[in-house]
């Protein structure tokens, strides 16, 4: 039997979207605002029940940095550490570097600087440290380097308020040089902790006390949940006193993609370019020779909501995007502190993908470059978030993403979202809202082309997949398994999206905190590498258990080839097969039910067998013959915390290979409450794959009879032809192999051609002839015996499923010896078929 696949494809579209919150919960512990080491600690412990890391180990006094790496590709990785990771020749060192937790304060004339713990993000390739922050030259570790200066023109987290001046010198509330100044530079002002997350990889942060708002902060360092070369910088800050603290968070930072880290204005003379849809910035460096690309995105919890390229004109004040040449500072954008920016205020939000945000437009309409003071592109950028008040005991959430790599690979991403088509609003969901899932993956890497392998997403219990929505031949069950092989190249999207209903089951699958989990794994690889890389996302799903908690199931079983087997939720069969439903109903909700129907109609290629329904023990009358449908009104009310169950046997009669789905109904149930509820259906319908029989080598028809007619043999021998064939000869057969189909005649055994006891003829003589098919002959009469006869000297060839033979062994093609001595009568006899395989002709 030959198989048809069809390869169906799906169309991913590609689109853009931004997810952006300021996550604010309450905490009951409340820590006296000092700043000590040990309030600090105090402070941390609140911090770390939102930062989802449950293993913090804090480092000792003057502890050595630690660096995390992940990979990208071809032995180059992302890493990611506080402070220097290099040493003077320019390799990568593992730590060594023991200034992040010494005091932070810098000079406050000229451009300021923020010594000792700044965040540094950098490519490992294969173990040479390619910079993508500017750095002093110096900036290493070892003999004569000066670690403590690393990232030294950035300031990072910045806690802003309106209390600056009109150049906001954001210096001034650079979170890090603010870790307080009150205590001596050789004191420890910042604790460093380290831990790993979910994928057991490295997770650090630095945490201190904000002296000038009086709160606690942690600057926390992780890789991508994920598994994306990525790495998220995050903020999270606690207010202990009894006033609200006030602020707005910015990040400052001055880029420098140079492997040789002397972040000279000819490798910095760049321009930058937004991502689109307000998500953020890339750029690409000024050389030849050595290729890379940074980029930084908000596409993560809490990211911020502005963000404006601009150039280091200005140091102090990172709200300025630059200057153009002859005509001063630009005002428009800009993006100061504001608790309501106006349009002019808004940064680079307004920025297409693939606008160049180091040039404005001039008074006569043409784009002019941003500049600094010397005429060049010193490139940097600017975030903020919205304004925020936190409460006493609050604790804020603050992050974005960057991520950097070299020409030749790609940058892959992956977020999981979803809505609730039911709501218009966020929020919980309901037993039977339809949640609409999409599955983003987005390559933001430099001349590459990742190729998406697998997309597999099997989802919870309480979970059932609308095959409506996706292709059905990616779905199996509850699973969606597609092996796209689609490349994506630089800064393309493409989006799998589908369907799901939250069942009645889910309430009994959710987890401590009242959620179900959907996980999302994408498997890739750099086009022409061997540098397979999955990735994972996953979506929490709240749901609001109901007062009517029930599960309602239906589940299948094969009773022809597998009577005693265990029932489940789908089962395969061949025409033919009895199949055993088997429909549970329990509950044990606030809710019961009083009163209830049982409707389920059964497809039209399953035949009921009669006498086979059953209602918790009780027969129920055969479904209705006209609408093939059972129906009955449940008797009684339904008591909690007990197993009704509603069970027939079903023939198959399907043709051909199918799925035949049933799904079980409850009609009109009125429940303890009050409420009724028309139409209630089972979790997921029992389906039965109906498979083709395998196909065999058989007789499918024989002739009934070979009529001779009638004869007055007036004593005389005669051979009569016959004067018809009554039936066909039709075969299967299922190899495509050569074969041939025979005839043969037992004249002197248990058989013979007989009238009553006068037997026709019965000596092994030439009874009975046929006309055997030969190439090049119009008659090839063989006389028959035990011994098959081919019908068709040629023989056949192939697979056949009906083959009709009748031509062969028709009218005119037997002959029957009549002796002289023949009593009169009406005689028969049996001949024999055979069909077997021979070797090819």
């Known amino acids: 039997m030959k198989t048809r696949k069809i390869i169906f494809k799906i169309l991913l579209a590609l689109f853009s979207s931004l997810i952006m919150f300021l996550f604010l919960s309450h905490v009951t512990t409340i820590t006296k605002a000092a700043g000590g080491q040990g309030d600090i600690e105090q402070a941390e412990k609140i911090m770390r029940k939102y930062d989802g890391i449950t293993n913090w180990q804090e480092q000792s006094t003057s502890p050595p940095n630690q660096v995390g790496k992940i990979p990208i590709g071809n032995g180059v990785s992302l890493g990611y550490t506080f402070g220097s990771a290099r040493n003077a020749t320019g390799k990568v060192v593992t730590g060594g570097d023991n200034t992040i937790t010494k005091y932070s304060q810098g000079n406050n004339t000229g451009a300021p600087t923020t010594p000792n713990g700044k965040i540094n993000i950098f490519i490992d390739q294969n173990g040479t440290y390619y910079g993508i922050l500017h750095q002093g030259a110096n900036s290493f570790i070892g003999t004569g380097g000066t670690p403590g200066n690393a990232s030294d023109t950035s300031i990072d987290f910045a806690l802003v308020n309106g209390s600056t001046s009109s150049n906001e010198f954001y210096d001034s509330y650079n979170l890090l040089r603010q870790m307080p100044v009150f205590e001596s530079s050789s004191s420890t002002n910042k604790i460093f902790y380290t831990g790993t997350d979910s994928n057991n990889k490295p997770v650090y942060k630095l945490v201190g006390y904000f002296y000038k708002k009086s709160v606690y902060a942690e600057i926390v360092l992780r890789p991508d949940p994920t598994g994306a070369p990525i790495v998220r910088r995050e903020l999270y800050v606690y207010n202990p006193n009894t006033s609200t603290a006030q602020f707005q968070v910015f990040f400052g930072e001055d880029t420098g993609l140079d492997p040789s880290n002397n972040n000279t204005q000819t490798v910095d003379n760049v321009p930058m370019f937004a991502l689109g849809d307000n998500k953020g910035l890339f750029m690409y460096s000024g050389l030849s020779t050595s290729p890379s690309k940074l980029f930084v995105t908000n596409n993560v919890p809490d990211g911020f909501q502005n963000f404006m390229g601009r150039v ?207 996980t999302v794994a994408v498997t890739g690889h750099n086009a022409g590498q061997n540098d397979s890389t999955t990735m994972k996302d996953s979506v929490k799903i709240p749901v609001i258990t109901p007062s009517f908690k029930y599960r309602f199931t239906k589940l299948v079983r094969n009773e022809t080839t597998n009577p005693n087997g265990d029932y489940t939720q789908q089962v395969t069969a061949q025409k033919g097969d009895v199949i055993d439903y088997k429909i549970d109903f329990t509950s044990n909700g606030q809710a019961t039910v009083k009163s209830t129907s049982i409707y389920d109609k059964l497809d039209s290629n399953l035949e009921a067998v009669s006498g086979s329904a059953y209602w918790n023990g009780t027969s129920v009358s055969d479904p209705d013959p006209t609408y093939h449908e059972y129906y ?77 007619g009638s004869v007055n043999s007036l004593n005389l021998e005669r051979i009569l032809k016959n004067v018809n064939t009554t039936g066909k000869l039709r075969i299967s057969h299922g190899d495509n192999t050569s074969f041939q189909v025979s005839v043969s005649y037992d004249n002197n055994g248990d058989n013979p051609i007989a009238s009553g006891d006068n037997k026709l003829v019965q000596d092994n003589g030439d009874t009975l002839l046929f006309n055997q098919t030969k190439t090049n002959s119009n008659e090839n009469w063989q006389p028959l015996s035990t011994s098959p006869i081919p019908i068709n000297s040629d023989g056949f060839s192939g697979s056949y499923t009906d083959l009709d033979l009748t031509k062969y062994v028709g009218s005119q093609k037997w002959k029957l010896r009549i002796p002289a001595d023949t009593k009169a009568g009406q005689y028969s006899g049996k001949i024999t078929w055979t069909i077997a395989d021979v070797p090819a002709l």
């Open 312 to 518: 280091l004109t200005n140091p102090t004040s990172w709200a300025v995007k630059g200057t153009i040449p002859g005509k001063g500072q630009i005002s428009d954008p800009s993006m100061p502190f504001s608790t309501a920016p106006t349009a002019s205020q808004m940064g680079d939000i307004n920025a297409k993908a693939g606008d160049n945000l180091l040039q404005v437009m001039g008074n006569t309409g043409q784009m002019i470059d941003v500049v600094d003071s010397n005429g060049f592109q010193d490139s940097a950028y600017s975030l903020r978030w919205p304004a925020v008040s936190l409460s006493t005991g609050e604790v804020a959430h603050f992050s974005s993403a960057i991520g950097a790599t070299v020409s030749g690979l790609a940058i892959p991403s992956l977020r999981m979202t979803y809505t609730n088509a039911n709501q218009t609003t966020t929020g919980s969901n309901h037993v039977g809202d339809t949640l609409k899932f999409n599955v983003k993956i987005r390559n933001d890497g430099y001349n590459s082309n990742w190729i998406i392998s697998r997309i597999l997403d099997s989802l919870p219990n309480g979970l059932a997949i609308d095959t409506n929505t996706i292709n059905s031949s990616l779905v199996n069950g509850n699973t969606i398994d597609y092996n796209p092989n689609t490349g994506l190249i630089d800064n393309r999207e493409s989006n799998l999206t589908f369907s799901a209903q939250v069942t009645n089951s889910a309430p009994y699958y959710l987890d401590s905190s009242g959620n179900l989990t959907n």
């Open 632 to 708: 009955f009104a449940v008797p009684g009310s339904i008591n909690n915390n007990q197993t009704y169950s509603f069970t027939f046997k079903a023939k198959v009669t399907a043709p051909s290979s199918q799925v035949i789905s049933n799904t079980a109904t409850l009609l009109n149930t009125t429940l303890s409450s009050g409420t009724t509820d028309s139409r209630i259906n089972t979790e997921e319908p029992a389906l039965v794959n109906v498979q083709d029989a395998p196909q065999t080598t058989a007789f499918i028809e024989v002739p009934s009879k070979i009529d001779f």
